[in-house]
């Protein structure tokens, strides 16, 4: 047993051993794969190293690419046309916050600096503003060529302030840019797919909403993927008709004149609602956004940047379409159709839809100004002259004042001499006797009346004391009562002839009662003597 159990115990021993042995056998015969574990162990960090460090350099180069594909593209254009003095320079100089910028001539070039604030990244867009004489025309050539079509946006510049030639701007630059592009001879496969491109941007145009991002600068590059996925609306009757297969954005300037027309043209709202349903219509058949802006009060011009920089670079823009202010009208590209322009339409109350734009809105009449000479002063010592020569042609005044001949009565108004002397003769002459003779016929009427003009006449020569005074019955008296200068004193300042003055009445009373004992009652009276009593 005890064998055995030592025999078992040996054997365990042995098998122990021998376990031993082979757990020695094994560790020596495992000496080698461990190194070669730890060999292969030390390849593999080695290779995931290299691993990591591949997958570091594709994660540098993929970024590398992304940025450069989301880098600003260079090579952007914006032509500029319109008519002269629509405001097209200082539309790009305020957008480039120049205050006053100098026009040019021919083809004026300019830019605009693009800055990505997120991507640190910034670019430049070019800038064509094209004289607004048709001469100049030829020019396009250097702004629009077949290479750079596609990366081009047309912009018709319109002034409000003369809104009766929008209409007809808008055709003719619109025509010429169609004319020009002809002449390019882009394949059609090209032109195609342009104006393919441009309905699908009018037919997935979105409103504006509420979850857009945060930074108005950051860029969405799967813009495209989620439009892929949007539903696409049909295209009105009357949209993109006249395709160009370039973005169009039509610009009013000068909208701060609206209050002008109102003022002095008498325009009214439906005259303004009148011009922007045409002007929208236009904008329908050529995919084209409207954007109604003013220098002067700094309105919608940062907006127009916006909406360049949204065209070309894909910045996000957040601004909803505005038509409720009429002088601040904004119409993104793919919001209007022929449903909202009709809204306009319901305003009207003296105009209909119908009417031909060049019957409602008619040029005003021309007011002629009338320019007055300018007066230039003569010399001084000239009009000097002038005054003493005129001066010496003058007759002569006594005191400072002319010398005035006519006589005056006491009161100071003159008398004329035809009164005068008539005066004069009738209180100075005697009247002979027989020489008047009263008419029995005469009125009692005409009678008194010559006998007080006898009697006033006769006061007036005694106050005057004319020479003919003492020739009389009267004037002797007078003269005996108020001789020497006394006798031309007025009545107020001879205290001591009142009683002379009623003797001479008392006198002239007798003198008139014994006339008619006098004279023939059958004697004819001339009528020179009956105007001289």
């Not at 100049?136 to 629009?144: I, N, R, S, V």
């Not at 441009?198 to 509420?210: M, S």
């Not at 922007?276 to 127009?304: M, P, W």
């Not at 009009?383 to 010496?392: D, E, H, I, R, T």
Request: glycine content about 8%; charged content about 25%; aromatic content about 6%.
């Amino acid at each position: 047993m005890a064998a055995a159990a030592g025999g078992r115990r040996a054997g365990s021993f042995g098998s122990s051993s021998s376990g031993l042995g082979s757990v020695a056998g094994f560790s020596s015969s495992s000496s080698a794969p461990t190194a070669t574990t730890n060999k292969n162990n030390e390849e593999l960090r080695a290779g995931g190293d290299e691993d990591d460090g591949q997958n570091l350099w594709s994660c540098i180069l993929s970024e590398v690419s992304t940025r450069s594909r989301s880098k600003l593209p260079s090579g952007k254009n914006v032509l500029l046309l319109g008519e002269d003095g629509a405001g097209k320079t200082s539309l790009i100089g305020k957008i480039q916050g120049i205050e006053e910028y100098k026009k040019g001539r021919g083809m004026e070039y300019l830019y605009l600096n693009v800055h990505d604030e997120d991507r640190d990244d910034q670019t430049r867009c070019n800038v064509w503003i094209l004289d607004g004489d048709l001469y100049h025309k030829g020019l396009l050539k250097f702004a629009m060529e077949a290479s750079s079509l596609k990366d081009t946006l047309i912009m018709l510049v319109v002034d409000m302030s003369r809104p009766w030639t929008a209409l007809d701007s808008l055709q003719k630059w619109a025509s010429v840019v169609r004319e020009h592009i002809d002449k390019l001879k882009i394949p059609p496969e090209e032109i195609k797919e342009m104006e393919q491109k441009l309905i699908r941007d009018f037919q997935e145009y979105i409103e504006p909403g509420e979850d857009f991002p945060a930074s108005p600068q950051r860029r969405n590059t799967s813009l495209q993927e989620d439009k892929d996925d949007s539903v696409i609306l049909p295209l009105g009757a009357d949209t993109l008709t006249c395709n160009l297969g370039i973005p169009v954005v039509v610009v009013c300037t000068k909208c701060d004149a609206i209050s002008v027309l109102e003022k002095e043209h008498d325009y009214r709202d439906e005259h303004f609602d009148f011009i922007q349903s045409h002007i929208r219509r236009f904008c329908l058949q050529y995919g084209a956004a409207l954007i109604y802006t003013s220098v002067k009060e700094n309105k919608n011009i940062d907006l127009v940047y916006k909406y360049i920089v949204q065209k070309f670079y894909g910045f996000p823009f957040n601004v909803p379409a505005v038509v409720v202010e009429k002088d601040a009208v904004f119409i993104p590209s793919g919001w209007d159709n022929d449903k909202k322009i009709g809204i306009l339409h319901e305003n009207f109350q003296t105009l209909k839809a119908d009417d031909n734009f060049e019957d409602i809105i008619t040029k005003p009449p021309v007011r002629k100004f009338v320019h007055e000479k300018e007066i230039v002063a003569e010399d001084d010592q000239v009009f000097l002259m002038k005054q003493q020569s005129q001066l010496a042609k003058q007759p002569p005044t006594a005191a400072g004042r002319p010398v005035d001949a006519s006589p005056r009565v006491p009161g100071g108004s003159p008398r004329t001499p035809n009164r005068s002397i008539a005066s004069n003769v009738a209180s100075v002459t005697p009247i002979p006797t027989g020489s008047k003779k009263i008419d029995p016929n005469m009125k009692a009427g005409a009678t008194s009346e010559g006998v007080l003009a006898n009697f006033f006449n006769s006061l007036l020569s005694k106050k005057t004391g004319s020479p003919g005074g003492p020739g009389g019955v009267g004037g002797s008296q007078g003269g005996s009562g108020t001789g020497g200068a006394g006798s031309n004193l007025p009545p107020s300042a001879k205290k001591s002839g009142q009683k002379p003055v009623l003797t001479d009445v008392q006198a002239e009373l007798d003198r008139i009662s014994r006339k008619p004992e006098m004279t023939s009652p059958t004697a004819p009276t001339s009528p020179t003597e009956s105007e001289a009593s």
